[in-house]
C-alpha cells in the first residue's frame, strides 16, 4: 500500500498557497514537497522556499530525515524562465541565482541527511538539488539533464558531477541530453528506482533507516562527511553562476529564453 502523508503545513506568508510544504511525521521523518503545475518550475520565492524548510530543521531536534519529492508530472524543471522573462531588468534573474544557491546549500548543509525521491524529469536547478542530496531514489521513468546552455546560462555541472562521472557530465552539459535514472544505478548515485507508485514508500523507507538510529550521531556524520568533501560545492556552484552573469550581460542569455518563452524582452519591446 502506497505511503500516506500527513495534514499539509504551508510554509511562507499565511493564506497564500505557495509551491513549497513541509510535513513532520510521527515518525521523525520530514517530507518537503514541491509542487508548482505545469511543470515544477520553480519561480524566485519558491526556492527560498525550499532553503527555508530544510534551513529549519537545524532548529528542530525532532526531524531525524528528510524525504525531499515533489508532486505533479516531474520532479523538478529548473527555475522559471517566463518569470524571468516577464521581469525588467535583472531583477528575477539575481532572485533565481541567489535562491538557487540558498536551495542548493540549504539541501547539502541540512542538519540530517535528505534522501531525494525524484519522479519523471529532473532538469537544471532540479539536479542541483538532487545532486546536493545524501540518498537518491527515483521512479523506473525519471530522467535527469542539465539543458543550461539551452537558455544561456551555467551552472549545476557541480552537481551533476555528483551524480556521473567526469566524463560523462561533460558529455551531457555540452550536448543537453538527459541521462535515465536506470543508468544512474550503476554509478552507485541513484540507490535503486522503482515504479512511480511506489517511490514515496521506497524513500521513506531508507529515511526510516536513518532514522532508527540515534539521532545525535546521524547528524554529526552528517557534518563530518560534508567536512571530508573533496570539493566545496557552494564556492563551485557560485564559480559557475559568474559565468551566467556574464552571459546575461552580453545579451546572449535574453536571446536563447527568449527562443524557449516566445518572449521579446531582448530587443527591448517588452514581454509578449
Not at 518569470?83 to 542548493?104: D, I, P, R, V, W
Not at 535515465?180 to 524513500?203: C, H
Amino acid at each position: 500500500m502506497a505511503a500516506t502523508l500527513p495534514s499539509k503545513c504551508l510554509v511562507g506568508t499565511s493564506g497564500v498557497a505557495l509551491p513549497i510544504t513541509s510535513e513532520l511525521r510521527d515518525d521523525g521523518l520530514r517530507v518537503v514537497t514541491m509542487e508548482h503545475p505545469p511543470v515544477n518550475a520553480l519561480p524566485v520565492q519558491g526556492w527560498f522556499d525550499v532553503a527555508a524548510a530544510l534551513d529549519d530543521v537545524a532548529r528542530d531536534l525532532d526531524t531525524k530525515a528528510v524525504v525531499l519529492r515533489a508532486e505533479g508530472r516531474g520532479f523538478n524543471a529548473g527555475v522559471d524562465i517566463k518569470e524571468m522573462q516577464h521581469t525588467s531588468g535583472f531583477e528575477a534573474l539575481l532572485g533565481a541565482n541567489k535562491g538557487c544557491y540558498a536551495a542548493f546549500k540549504a539541501v547539502y548543509e541540512c542538519a540530517v541527511p535528505v534522501v531525494a525521491a525524484v519522479n519523471g524529469f529532473c532538469l537544471g536547478g532540479g539536479v542541483g538539488l538532487v545532486g546536493n542530496a545524501d540518498v537518491v531514489i527515483a521512479s523506473d521513468d525519471a530522467y535527469f539533464g542539465v539543458p543550461e546552455v539551452n537558455q544561456g546560462a551555467l551552472g549545476a555541472a557541480t552537481h551533476m558531477a555528483r551524480l556521473v562521472p567526469q566524463h560523462m557530465m561533460r558529455t551531457l552539459y555540452f550536448t543537453a541530453r538527459t541521462i535515465k535514472a536506470t543508468e544512474l544505478v550503476q554509478f552507485g548515485s541513484v540507490l535503486e528506482t522503482v515504479p512511480r507508485a511506489e517511490l514515496l514508500d521506497a524513500a521513506l523507507k531508507v529515511a526510516g533507516e536513518i532514522a532508527a538510529k540515534d539521532t545525535r550521531v546521524i547528524r554529526a556524520a552528517k557534518e563530518a562527511l560534508n567536512g571530508i568533501d573533496p570539493i566545496d560545492v557552494n564556492r563551485s556552484y557560485r564559480f559557475e553562476q559568474g559565468f551566467t552573469f556574464e552571459l546575461n550581460l552580453a545579451g546572449v542569455s535574453d536571446e536563447l529564453r527568449d527562443d524557449f518563452a516566445g518572449t521579446h524582452k531582448s530587443d527591448g519591446k517588452g514581454s509578449a
